[in-house]
Nanobody
């Protein structure tokens, strides 16, 4: 059974950087889109960035454009989120997720990694 595991979260000062990783483990990993989501207390989960697994097309929510970069390593079945110029409002639990087909939901989720940005 395929699982996703995030890593790379932590505590950083405003203006700092972190790189999150999400590795898929298991026999067969089939996905069409990988996404990074985040959720902070009292707020709904929001999509941060997505990447088309085969073509590499990326999308970002407006609040992170120019600061975050999503990328993937097909050989390692890993997706990354490079986060620069972090702000306190970026504080959240970050999750990666896999969408198996374009018409379906994100149906495979990691356990999440905490990112805390201090002012």
């Amino acid at each position: 059974q395929v699982q996703l595991a995030e890593s790379g979260g932590g505590l950083v000062q405003a203006g700092g950087s972190l790189r999150l990783s999400c590795a898929a483990s298991g026999r067969t990993f089939n996905t069409v889109v990988m996404g990074w989501f985040r959720q902070s207390p009292g707020k709904e989960r929001e999509v941060v960035a997505t990447i088309n697994w085969s073509g590499g097309t990326v999308r970002y929510t407006d609040s992170v454009k120019g600061r975050f970069t999503i990328s993937r390593d097909l050989a390692k079945n890993t997706v990354y989120l490079r986060m620069n110029n972090l702000k306190p409002e970026d504080t959240a639990i970050y999750y990666c997720a896999s969408q198996r087909d374009y018409s379906g939901p994100y149906n495979l989720w990691g356990q999440g990694t905490q990112v805390t940005v201090s002012s």
